[in-house]
């Protein structure tokens, strides 16, 4: 299974950007799929995971995030919008994840950086 995420760039506070991830393989529409990010001198944080009937999200993009799947083209999707600085980062697109105290993520995409700028 891979995964290539793409949809990253510069857009300025307050902007939005789409975010996409396409898995290549076989991936089950049961799976766990989603977005994590990684902020300069950061560690990796959860960003929106995505179930068969479920969405999640961290508390810091609640509300300004929509994650979405297309389980028929293998891709996952995600919306941001009122885009602010502490945004910015690398997001990663993850598959078949599990939550156990934390998100676990047994297949990750490369990343895409996106930066907010002020």
């Known amino acids: 299974v891979q995964l290539q995420a793409s949809g990253g760039g510069l857009v300025q506070a307050g902007g939005s950007l789409r975010l996409s991830c396409t898995v290549s393989?076989?991936?089950?529409?049961?799976?766990?799929m989603g977005w994590f990010r990684q902020a300069p001198g950061k560690e990796r944080e959860f960003v929106a995971i995505i179930s068969s009937s479920s969405t999640y999200y961290a508390d810091s993009v609640k509300g300004r995030s929509t994650i979405s799947r297309d389980n028929a083209k293998n891709t996952i999707n995600l919306q941001m919008v009122s885009l602010k600085p502490e945004d910015t980062a690398v997001y990663y697109c993850?598959?078949?994840?599990?939550?156990?105290?934390?998100?676990?993520?047994?297949?990750w995409g490369q990343g895409t950086l996106v930066t907010v700028s002020s």
């Open positions: 393989g076989r991936i089950f529409s049961s799976y766990y």
């Open positions: 993850a598959a078949r994840c599990t939550y156990a105290a934390d998100w676990l993520c047994h297949y």
